[in-house]
């Protein structure tokens, strides 16, 4: 059985920084796809960044690309989404997620599996 739990979400202050983790098992993803999207209240859910497990190529999206850092420990079968410089609209609850393909597979109607999702709260 497949899972990708997250963890590391909690409120912090306008220009701080927070470390995601997401702890892959359930099979091996050296052919996937691996990474982040989000959805505010209200919103549909975005694309935020993705890491190619199997030689760790990244792709981000426009609106976190210089801030956000996505990186991949093969040992711990576990991915970060390091996250600086938070503005308050970075607020939203953020799913991991898994697609067998490219980079670019990972959208959300290409998304193999979900994760369940962690809150993250940029307080200004």
């Known amino acids: 059985q497949v899972q990708l739990v997250e963890s590391g979400g909690r409120l912090v202050q306008a220009g701080g920084s927070l470390r995601l983790s997401c702890a892959a098992s359930g099979r091996t993803f050296s052919s996937y796809a691996v990474g982040w999207f989000r959805q505010a209240p209200g919103k549909e859910r975005e694309f935020v960044a993705a890491?190619?497990?199997?030689?760790?190529?990244?792709h981000y999206a426009d609106s976190v690309k210089g801030r956000f850092t996505i990186s991949r420990d093969n040992a711990k079968n576990t991915v970060y989404l390091q996250m600086n410089s938070l503005k308050p609209e970075d607020t939203a609850v953020y799913y991991c997620?898994?697609?067998?393909?490219?980079?670019?597979?990972?959208?959300?109607?290409?998304?193999?599996?979900w994760g369940q999702g962690t809150q993250v709260t940029v307080s200004s």
């Open positions: 890491i190619r497990w199997s030689g760790g190529s990244t």
């Open positions: 997620a898994a697609a067998q393909g490219t980079l670019y597979s990972l959208t959300v109607v290409g998304v193999d599996y």
